[in-house]
């Protein structure tokens, strides 16, 4: 299976900017590792698709969280992207499901159904403690389809008016499981100062395009898909970048995370439990603590208590 990649361009002279991407083994990953029904899996993968074709505007150090906060059954939906290709995500419902639409798909703005796109970008070196405020931006839920959401916050926070694809195609495997046959998408934007012929041109020719996972199905990688909606538009490629799944958890952050609940109730974990299990939300794996680093932990937390006292 081929590897996902991203293509980063301009065209029209540096006035439009196009970004495309296959990401059908990042997506397929992270419905696995979530085990999300089809519905939820096509939305999270739009949502992922959709975080790193934003990510493209990130500098070395930077993150971007997305944030559908919904007022339909899925009820959120984050994503995190870096700089480098990597992105993660999950749904609060991930075993909702509907019925497919009106036009046979799946139903992914009656599982999303209207509240706030949230858009987050923040960065810096934490561990050097130098890092910049972050930019936070917010607009409505126009359909819930995740595109038209993507593209709508871009045309107003942004103010460039943008055009966005993004697709999941889901095939049935046996006994009654499925697989991401085909995922990825485009945007494309018309940046101030392009003349309106363009913006016109590229309209009527995006309108005309098939589906994006049709495109992907037939062959096409994000340099073809690129050539597709721009159509006889010369373009230039800024940057090729492989994208992946990835999580930034680890054992050592969920025994961070394990020390600093309360003395107590690590107490009663020990004493009930034998131990602890921390579950990544990002990507659902899950860290058993032993209750042995438990037993560290609490001793540590005594120890410290003393010291306190005795001060």
């Not at 926070?157 to 966005?164: D, L, Y």
């Not at 992946?244 to 054992?251: E, I, N």
């Amino acid at each position: 299976m081929n590897s996902d990649l991203m293509i980063h361009a301009m065209a029209y002279g540096g006035m439009v900017r196009c970004v495309a991407a296959v990401t059908t083994n990042l997506v397929n990953e992270a419905v696995q590792r979530h085990n999300t029904s089809p519905t939820a899996s096509a939305a999270l993968g739009r949502a992922l698709t959709a975080g790193l074709l934003l990510s493209t505007m990130l500098k070395d150090v930077e993150r971007l969280t997305l944030i559908f906060d919904c007022t339909g059954p899925i009820k959120r939906i984050t994503v995190d992207a870096d700089a480098h290709g990597r992105v993660r995500g999950y749904v609060q419902n991930p075993s909702i499901d509907l019925p497919l639409n009106g036009n046979s798909k799946f139903d992914v703005g009656g599982i999303v159904g209207g509240g706030m796109l949230y858009v987050i970008r923040e960065g810096g070196f934490y561990e050097m403690g130098v890092y910049k405020d972050a930019y936070r931006g917010s607009v409505p839920i126009v359909s819930g389809e995740i595109a038209e959401d993507i593209a709508y916050y871009l045309t107003q926070s942004e103010q460039i008016p943008s055009a966005v694809s993004l697709g999941v195609r889901l095939v049935p495997t046996k006994p009654a499981g499925f697989v991401v046959e085909s995922a990825g998408g485009f945007l494309v934007q018309i940046l101030p100062g392009a003349d309106n012929d363009i913006a016109a041109s590229l309209e009527e020719t995006i309108r005309a395009l098939p589906a994006i996972t049709t495109l992907i199905r037939q062959g096409s990688g994000p340099r073809q898909i690129i050539r597709d909606a721009l159509g006889q538009a010369q373009f230039t490629i800024l940057e090729e970048r492989p994208v992946r799944f990835a999580c930034s958890c680890s054992y050592e952050r969920a025994v961070k995370i394990i020390s600093a609940i309360d003395p107590n109730e690590l107490q009663s974990m020990l004493m009930e439990d034998g131990g602890a299990e921390m579950v990544c939300h990002y990507c659902n794996t899950a860290y058993q603590i032993p209750k042995e680093t438990l037993a560290e932990i609490l001793a540590r937390e005594n120890r410290a208590m003393v010291e306190i006292r005795q001060e």
